[in-house]
C-alpha cells in the first residue's frame, strides 16, 4: 500500500441514509459546483460511489457516497461490513425529515452505528436532518426537535452532532463546513495566527474559506472588544459560503473565473481575496481603518506570511501521518516500507510548532 492510499484511508467520510435522503445532491453542490436546482437531474446512487477529493491543497477526502436502497443497506452491513466501516474518520448519515417511515430511518442508523462502532469506534459522527425545505414553516421548528430528540435516543449514547440541512439555503454550509473543521490538521496554529494578523490590520474580522468549495475553515472576531460592533447575525458565514458559491458556480457556466470582491459600506469594508493557493479571506473592517490602498498592501504582506504557514503546517501533517501509519504497520510491512523508500528518514522532521510565542515577522512591511 502506499503512501498516498493510507494517507487517503485516515481521511475517509462516509455517507449513509435512505434511498432518496439528497446524499448526492448535497455532495454534488459542495465539490462539484452544482447550483441547487442542477442537482434534479441526478439519479440514484447504485451501490457506493468512492470519491478522492482534494482539499486545502494535500489533504485528501475519501468520500464514500453508499446509495440508500435496502438491497445496498443490507450488503454494505453484511459481506461489504468491514469494507464499508473501517477506517473511517467521520460518518455523515442523512435522514430525510419528511420520511414515510422514519421509525425504520432510525432502527437502520443504530444498527450503522454498531458496525462503526466495530470497525472505527473513534469516528466523528454527524446526523444531518435533510430537506427541511419540504416541511411547512409554521410546522419546521417543532418537526426539527421531535427528529432531534429521536436522533439522540437511537444514538446510544455515542457523542454525535446534529444539523437540519436544505440545498436551498446556508444550513448546508453550516453543516459541511463543521464537518471540515474536524479534518482540518492544526486548526489552533493558523487561528492564533489569524487572531496576530487581525491586530495588526484592525481588522474587525477575519473569515478563511477553503478555495475550492468555500466552505469556513475558520474565523477570527474582534467584536467583543471595545470599540467594535457585535453582529447580530450569527449565521453570516454561512451565508457569505452559500452566495459566493453560487456565483463562482455562475461564473464558472460563463467561462469566467471568480477572483476577488470589494464593498465599502457607511460604517465599514470588505474584501475578499485569494490568501493561500487553497485559501481564500474575508477581512471586514471599520470605516476608520485606513485607506483602500493601504488595507489591500496589507492583505497582499498576509499573503506571503500564510501561504509559508499553510505549507508548513500541511507538510507537518504529512510527517504526522507517515509516522502514525508507519508505526501501526506490522514488521515486515516496516520492512517493505524501508525498502521501498530507501531507508531514508521521515522529511520535513525539523519543522516545530511555533504557535506559542511566536510574532509575525511581517509587522515592519505592514501599513498603519
Known amino acids: 500500500m502506499s503512501s498516498e492510499e493510507r ?27 452544482y447550483l441547487p436546482k442542477d442537482t434534479q437531474r441526478l439519479g440514484p446512487t447504485k451501490e457506493v460511489e468512492n470519491n478522492n477529493i482534494r482539499f486545502l491543497g494535500k489533504l485528501t477526502l475519501n468520500l464514500w457516497d453508499c446509495g440508500g436502497q435496502g438491497i445496498f443497506m443490507e450488503k454494505y452491513l453484511t459481506t461489504d461490513r468491514q ?30 452505528l454498531q458496525a462503526l462502532q466495530e470497525y472505527s469506534p473513534n469516528a466523528t459522527i454527524f446526523a444531518l436532518i435533510h430537506k427541511m425545505d419540504l416541511v411547512q414553516a409554521n410546522v419546521r421548528d417543532r418537526l426539527l426537535q421531535e427528529r432531534t430528540l429521536s436522533i439522540h435516543a437511537a444514538s446510544a449514547g455515542l ?33 492564533k495566527h489569524l487572531e496576530m494578523f487581525a491586530e495588526i490590520t484592525d481588522a474587525e474580522e477575519i473569515i478563511l474559506f477553503e478555495r475550492t468549495t468555500f466552505l469556513l475553515i475558520t474565523s477570527v472576531s474582534r467584536t467583543q472588544h ?55 479571506v474575508l477581512m471586514v473592517f471599520p470605516k476608520d481603518a485606513g485607506e483602500k490602498a493601504v488595507l489591500l498592501n496589507n492583505i497582499a504582506v498576509g499573503k506571503k506570511y500564510f501561504e509559508k504557514l ?34 531514508s528518514n521521515i522529511e520535513a522532521a525539523w519543522i516545530n510548532e511555533k504557535a506559542d510565542g511566536e510574532e509575525m515577522q511581517v509587522d515592519a512591511e505592514l501599513q498603519t
Open 159 to 191: 457523542k454525535h452532532e446534529i444539523f437540519g440541512t436544505t440545498i436551498w439555503d446556508q444550513t448546508l454550509y453550516k453543516a459541511w463546513a463543521k464537518v471540515v473543521f474536524t479534518l482540518v490538521p492544526n486548526l489552533p496554529v493558523l487561528q
Open 226 to 280: 471595545e470599540g467594535h460592533r457585535l453582529n447580530p447575525n450569527l449565521d453570516r458565514f454561512e451565508k457569505i459560503s452559500s452566495i459566493v458559491k453560487t456565483f463562482k458556480s455562475t461564473c464558472i457556466k460563463l467561462a469566467s473565473n471568480f477572483l476577488s470582491l470589494e464593498m465599502t459600506a457607511a460604517h465599514f469594508s470588505a474584501f475578499i481575496d485569494i490568501l493561500t493557493p487553497n485559501t481564500y
Open 83 to 112: 469494507l464499508i466501516f473501517e477506517h473511517v474518520q467521520v460518518l455523515i448519515y442523512v435522514f430525510n425529515v419528511d420520511s414515510p417511515d422514519f421509525t425504520k430511518d432510525l432502527r437502520d442508523y443504530s444498527i450503522v
Open 310 to 343: 499553510e505549507r508548513e503546517v500541511l507538510a507537518k501533517r504529512a510527517v504526522q501521518v507517515e509516522a502514525e501509519e508507519y508505526s501501526n504497520l506490522e514488521g515486515e510491512d516496516q520492512g517493505y516500507i524501508e525498502a521501498e523508500e530507501g531507508g
Open 7 to 33: 494517507k487517503a484511508r485516515r481521511k475517509k467520510v462516509l455517507m449513509l441514509g435512505p434511498s432518496g435522503s439528497g446524499k448526492s445532491s448535497m455532495r454534488a453542490i459542495i465539490f462539484s459546483n
